[in-house]
C-alpha cells in the first residue's frame, strides 16, 4: 500500500467517511453491463444454489436449485443460465468493425492486405467480488468438457450418466474465457464491484474489510446521520428478530445462519414432499425455496446498482476506450476460436501459453499504471510521492544548442519550480506527461532546498535550429515529467507450443477434449481455484 | 532454494578427505574440476552450479568460458544485468586478452567503458556483427530477440536462480548445452501481477530458470562451490546455517586471516561503538529505541549516515590474505529494502559530505541490486525495522541473504528494537500450494537466526 492510499484511509477514518482515490473513473463501464449474482451451495465446491441476473435493476432474473445435491437440478439451472447469458453473450458477435492491415509474408517477403474483424461492441459482466469471479471460473471448469445427449449423438459416442442440457458446455468456455480476461490487469469484460470501488475510494478499514460490498458502501456512501464506521459495523453485524443479517454476504457463501436456520428446513421439506411423489407440494416447497434466496440476493443487488451509480457519477478517464478496444479484441478472438471449432480451454496451460499469459498481464499492468498516472493527477501524485515524477510550474526557459552535429539542434534548459524529489542522478532520462508529442528530457540538476529542478529537453521539438511553436513549455505553465517510460515495452518472442525446449520438458502431449476425465466439480489443485 | 527432498551437499564436494580440516583452495579445485568435466563431457545437457555468496562464481564462469573456447567451441554467455555483463566482459578480457569477445547490447543501454576498453572486445546491437567472436556475451532480456543464428553448441548462465523460468522458454532455442551457475540463497525471481494460476506446475513462468530446468531435468544433480572466499570466518558459518542448512560451506580464510584496524579511537557515540565491535567481531547491531515508522525512518537512515561519516573519518585499514588496503569510501556499501530508503540515505550521506554512487564513493542501494556485489564493511537498514507488519516482502529470506552477505570484513545493521517481537507476532501464514518446494528455511526462521546472532553485538542506539 502506498503512502498516499494509507495517508487516504486515516483520512477516512478521521473523517467518518471514504475519501477518493481518483478524480476520474479507471475502469470501462458498459451503458447497459449485465449484472449477476451467484450464490453456491455449502460444503459442494462449484454447486450453484442461485444466480439473480439481468439488465435491468427493477426486474432481476432469478434462478434457483431447490436441491443443490441434485445433478439434474444443478445442470438444469446452468441451462436457464446458458439461455439467459448466451444470446446476449453471442449477440455481440455480430456487428463488427472491418480493420485493414498490411502483413508481410515470412516466406516471399510480399505485402498483402488484411482484413480483419473487430467486435464493435463487446459484453460486460458485473459480480458482487473478487470471489464471484473465481465462482464463474469454477463453474466453467465444471462444465466446458462436459458432453450433451446431442453431441455425443452427432460424434457418435455414449454420452455417460449425466448428459448435460445442450448448450451448457458453451456457457463453460464463455465463463472460462471472461474469468481469464478478467486476470488481465484493467480488463472489464468481468468485473468485480468491490475490486472497481476499492480502485476509487479508500475506506477507514482494511483491504480485507472491503472485501465486504454492505460494509464497503457504508463507508463510500453512509447513511445520514451515521459515519462510515458505524454504518459498516451494522452492515456487517445488524440482524433481524430472525437472527439473519439485514445485509446478507455478497456471494458465493452464505451465511450459516441463514443456511442451517432457513435453507436447511426448506431443502428437508421439499425432499420430503419428493419422496411423497407430491409434485403439487415439492412445487410449493420449490417456491418457499426461491423465496428465501431472493431474499438474501436483492439486497446484494440492489448495492451492485447503487455502487455503479457512484461509479458513473466519476468522469470516464481518457484512456478507456484504448483499453476497451483490447477486451473488444479477447472477445472477438474467443468468438472466433468457438466458431472454428477449437476445443474447449485446457484445464493447465502448457509452458508456451503459461508464459504468453504472464507476459500479456505484466504488459497490461504497466500500461495500466501508465495510463492511470497520465489521466488521473491523484495516481500521478503517487508516482511524484514516490521520486518517480514531478510536476510544478515553469520558472525559467533558457535556449540552449547541442552543436555536436552538422547543425545545431534546440536542446532547452527548462527550469520548474516544484517540492518534488525525483529519486535520480543528472543525466537521468524523463519523459514528458501530457506534453503535446511524446517528449524525453534529461535531469540536469535538482535543488530541493530552493525547489527549483532542471531539465533539458532533448526531442520532439522538429528538425528546425528554433524549437517548433508550442513543443516547449513556457514559463507559467504546468509541466509534468516521470522517471519511467510512457509507453509499454513489447514482450520478447516465445516459440511456438511445439517449439517447447527441452529446459521446459520439450512439446507438450496434445490432450482431447474427450481424454478429460469426467469430473462433476474441478479439483482443487487446478488453474488456483 | 533447496528443495527438502534434495540430498545434504550436491554432486561435488562431499568426497572424502573433504572436512573442514582440508585445504579450501584444493576442496575448491576438485570441485571446479569436476563441473567443468560435466560441462564439457558430461552426459546431460544442463550442468548446475550451486554457489553460495563469494565462492568464485564469477571466476568459475570465467575458467569455463576459457575451457570451452580452448577445447575449440563457441560459446554464448547469458547473465541478467547489463551490468553483469560488463562486469563479465571486463573479468574474461582481463583474464585472457587473446579471447575475442562479443558485447551484445540494447539500442538503448550503451555498454559500461570499463567492458569496452580491451581490444578484443567488440560491441553491437546485432549478433550477426558478432558471431565471430568465441565468446558473445549479453542480458536474458537481450538474447530473448536474437532471431535467424544457427544455436550455438554451449552456453553459460551466469545468476540464473534470478533468472525467470520464461525467459530460459525463450532463449533455450539458441543452445544446445548449458552450464547454469547462481546462488540458490538471493532473491527469487518476481513478478508485478499474480502468478497463482500456475504455482506448482513444473514450467511455471514466473519461477527461476533452475527449477523449471531440474524439475524437465530430473537426472541433473546440482554441484555445489564448497568455499566462500569473500564471507570471512566470523560470517560464514551464521550465513551458511542460515541460510544454506543443505548445502553447508566454509571460509576460505581462518578467523585470524582478515583484520580491520581504525587509527582514529572512538569518540565514544553509539556510532562508534558499534564500528569497534563490528571491527573486532565482524558483525554489529545498533538498535535505536522501539518505535513504528515510515519507511523513510529520519532517524534510521540518519544513524546509518552516521556509521558511514565515522567508519570514513577514522581511517580504517582492512587487513586480508590480498594484503593491506585503507578503506575508503569505494570498499562501503549501505544496503535497504526499498528504493526510496535507498534515495534517503543517499541524501542523508551527501548532507554529511559523504561522496555517493560514483567512482570514489559509497555504494547505496536496495538487495536486488546489491546481488552479486563485494565489499569491505556493509551497512544495512534492517528490512523490518519499524514496521507494524511482517509482509512476504520483508521476509523473503534472499533479501536478508544478499544484505548480510556483501561483506569481506564487516557488516553493522542498523534497526529499530523489536524485530523479534515482530517475527513472533507475525509467523509465516502464504497458503501452501499443491507441487510446490517448501522453502526452507523460511525467511522468519532465517531472521530469526541472524537476529539471535547480532544481539551478541549490539549496541543501543
Given at each position: 500500500m502506498s503512502l498516499l492510499s494509507t495517508l487516504a484511509r486515516m483520512e477516512a477514518v478521521r473523517d467518518g467517511r471514504a475519501v477518493p482515490l481518483a478524480t476520474v473513473r479507471h475502469r470501462h463501464l458498459a451503458d447497459r453491463p449485465m449484472v449477476l449474482v451467484p450464490l453456491a451451495a455449502a460444503g459442494e465446491a462449484g454447486a450453484p444454489l442461485a444466480v439473480m441476473l439481468g439488465q435491468d435493476r427493477e426486474s432481476p432474473v432469478l434462478l434457483t436449485v431447490p436441491q443443490p445435491l441434485d445433478r439434474d437440478r444443478r445442470f438444469a439451472l446452468l441451462a436457464d443460465l446458458a439461455a439467459e447469458l448466451l444470446p446476449w453473450l453471442e449477440g455481440f458477435g455480430t456487428e463488427v468493425d472491418l480493420l485493414t492491415r498490411e502483413v508481410k509474408d515470412p516466406a516471399t517477403g510480399e505485402k498483402t492486405e488484411q482484413v480483419r474483424e473487430l467486435c464493435t461492441n463487446a459484453p460486460q459482466l458485473l459480480v458482487p467480488g473478487p470471489a464471484a469471479v473465481e465462482f464463474l471460473g469454477l463453474l466453467g471448469r465444471s462444465t466446458r468438457f462436459r458432453r450433451s445427449a446431442e453431441t455425443a449423438l452427432d460424434e457418435g459416442v455414449d454420452p455417460g450418466p449425466y448428459p448435460v442440457p445442450a448448450r451448457v458446455p458453451l456457457l463453460g468456455r464463455w465463463l472460462t474465457h471472461l474469468r481469464d480476461r478478467a486476470?488481465?490487469?484493467?480488463?472489464?469484460l468481468l468485473l468485480a464491484m468491490t475490486d472497481l470501488l476499492g480502485r476509487h475510494w479508500a475506506t477507514g478499514q482494511s483491504r480485507l474489510e472491503d472485501q465486504h460490498l454492505g460494509a464497503l458502501l457504508a463507508w463510500i456512501d453512509p447513511p445520514a446521520g451515521r459515519t462510515g464506521a458505524e454504518a459498516a459495523l451494522l452492515a456487517e453485524t445488524a440482524r433481524d428478530g430472525h437472527g439473519q443479517l439485514l445485509c446478507p454476504p455478497a456471494g458465493p457463501t452464505t451465511d450459516p445462519r441463514f443456511d442451517s436456520g432457513l435453507l436447511a428446513p426448506a431443502i428437508t421439506r421439499y425432499d420430503a414432499a419428493r419422496k411423497l411423489d407430491d409434485a403439487v407440494a415439492a412445487q410449493a416447497r420449490e417456491a418457499e425455496i426461491a423465496a428465501l434466496l431472493e431474499a438474501v440476493l436483492r439486497p446484494t443487488w440492489d448495492r451492485l446498482w447503487q455502487g455503479l451509480d457512484l461509479l458513473r457519477a466519476l468522469p470516464a478517464a481518457a484512456h478507456l476506450p484504448e483499453r476497451w478496444e483490447g477486451d473488444r479484441w479477447s472477445y472477438t478472438s474467443h468468438r472466433d476460436r468457438i466458431a472454428a471449432g477449437e476445443p474447449p480451454q485446457p484445464v493447465r496451460d502448457d509452458a508456451v501459453t503459461a508464459a504468453r499469459k504472464l507476459a500479456q498481464r505484466e504488459r497490461e499492468q504497466t500500461r495500466l499504471d501508465i495510463q492511470e498516472a497520465l489521466d488521473d493527477p491523484l495516481a500521478m501524485a503517487e508516482h511524484r510521492l514516490a521520486g518517480e515524477a514531478l510536476a510544478g510550474r515553469v520558472v525559467a526557459v533558457e535556449a540552449a544548442y547541442d552543436e555536436t552535429g552538422r547543425s545545431p539542434k534546440p536542446r532547452p534548459l527548462v527550469t520548474v519550480r516544484t517540492s518534488d524529489r525525483p529519486h535520480g542522478d543528472p543525466g537521468r532520462e524523463l519523459y514528458r506527461a501530457g506534453g503535446p508529442t511524446a517528449q524525453k528530457a534529461e535531469l540536469v540538476s535538482a535543488d530541493p532546498a530552493a525547489g527549483l529542478v532542471t531539465v533539458r529537453l532533448l526531442n520532439g521539438m522538429g528538425r528546425r535550429k528554433e524549437p517548433e511553436p508550442g513543443s516547449v513549455p513556457e514559463p507559467g505553465e504546468q509541466v509534468c515529467f516521470t522517471l519511467f517510460e510512457l509507453t509499454a515495452r513489447q514482450s520478447a518472442p516465445l516459440p511456438e507450443p511445439e517449439d517447447t525446449p527441452w529446459t521446459h520438458g520439450g512439446p507438450p502431449v496434445t490432450r482431447t477434449a474427450t481424454a478429460q476425465p469426467d469430473l462433476p466439480t474441478a479439483p482443487a489443485d487446478e488453474e488456483g481455484a | 532454494m533447496p528443495p527438502l527432498s534434495r540430498p545434504p551437499g550436491g554432486a561435488s564436494g562431499t568426497g572424502p578427505g573433504t572436512g573442514p580440516g582440508a585445504d579450501p583452495g584444493a576442496e575448491a579445485d576438485r570441485a571446479v574440476a569436476a563441473i567443468l568435466d560435466a560441462a564439457l563431457h558430461g552426459t546431460e545437457r544442463g550442468t548446475v552450479v550451486d554457489s553460495p555468496p563469494g565462492a568464485g562464481k564469477s571466476t568459475l564462469v570465467v575458467r569455463a568460458a576459457r575451457e570451452l573456447v580452448g577445447a575449440g567451441e563457441r560459446l554464448m554467455i547469458v547473465a541478467q544485468t547489463n551490468s553483469q555483463v560488463d562486469d563479465l566482459v571486463d573479468r574474461l578480457a582481463t583474464a585472457d586478452p587473446g579471447l575475442t569477445v562479443g558485447r551484445l547490447h540494447g539500442s538503448d543501454a550503451a555498454p559500461a567503458p570499463e567492458a569496452l576498453r580491451h581490444p578484443a572486445v567488440s560491441a553491437s546491437t546485432k549478433p550477426a556483427d558478432l558471431l565471430e567472436c568465441s565468446v558473445v556475451v549479453s542480458t536474458a532480456a537481450k538474447w530473448q530477440w536474437v532471431k535467424d543464428v544457427d544455436p550455438w553448441r554451449h552456453a553459460i548462465v551466469d545468476e540464473a536462480y534470478q533468472m525467470r523460468s520464461d525467459a530460459l522458454l525463450a532463449v533455450a532455442r539458441l543452445f544446445e548445452r548449458a552450464l547454469f551457475v547462481g546462488d540458490p540463497g538471493q532473491l527469487d525471481p518476481f513478478s508485478i501481477?499474480?502468478?497463482?494460476?500456475?504455482?506448482?506446475?513444473?514450467?511455471?513462468?514466473?519461477?527461476?530458470a533452475v527449477m523449471t530446468l531440474l524439475a524437465h531435468n530430473p537426472r541433473i544433480v546440482p554441484h555445489r562451490l564448497p568455499v566462500s572466499w569473500r564471507l570471512p570466518a566470523s560470517a560464514a558459518p551464521l550465513v551458511s546455517a542460515a541460510f544454506y542448512p543443505y548445502a553447508p560451506f566454509r571460509s576460505g580464510t581462518g578467523p585470524g586471516d582478515r583484520g580491520l584496524t581504525l587509527a582514529a579511537p572512538g569518540d565514544g557515540s553509539a556510532a562508534d561503538r558499534v564500528i569497534d565491535i563490528a571491527a573486532e567481531s565482524g558483525w554489529g547491531l545498533l538498535e535505536l529505541p522501539a518505535r513504528h515508522t515510515v519507511r523513510t525512518d529520519p532517524e534510521a537512515v540518519r544513524a546509518v549516515a552516521t556509521v558511514v561519516r565515522r567508519l570514513l573519518d577514522r581511517t580504517g585499514t582492512a587487513v586480508s590474505e590480498r594484503g593491506s588496503a585503507p578503506l575508503t569510501a569505494d570498499r562501503i556499501a549501505v544496503g535497504t529494502a526499498h528504493r526510496d530508503q535507498a534515495a534517503a540515505v543517499r541524501a542523508a550521506l551527501v548532507a554529511l559530505g559523504v561522496p555517493v554512487d560514483g567512482a570514489a564513493a559509497v555504494t547505496v542501494d536496495t538487495a536486488n541490486r546489491l546481488q552479486g556485489r563485494e565489499y569491505d564493511v556493509t551497512v544495512v537498514l534492517h528490512p523490518l525495522s519499524g514496521r507494524p507488519d511482517a509482509t512476504a516482502f520483508h521476509l523473503e529470506t534472499g533479501r536478508l541473504c544478499v544484505l548480510a552477505s556483501r561483506h569481506r570484513h564487516a557488516c553493522i545493521v542498523v534497526a529499530r528494537a523489536g524485530i523479534a517481537e515482530l517475527l513472533d507476532e507475525h509467523p509465516s501464514t502464504e497458503p501452501v500450494q499443491l507441487g510446490v518446494t517448501v522453502k526452507f528455511p523460511d525467511g522468519w526462521t532465517a531472521n530469526h537466526a541472524v537476529l539471535e546472532h547480532l544481539s551478541e553485538h549490539r549496541v543501543p542506539g
Open positions: 486476470q488481465v490487469p484493467g480488463s472489464s | 501481477v499474480g502468478t497463482d494460476q500456475w504455482a506448482g506446475l513444473s514450467y511455471d513462468p514466473s519461477s527461476s
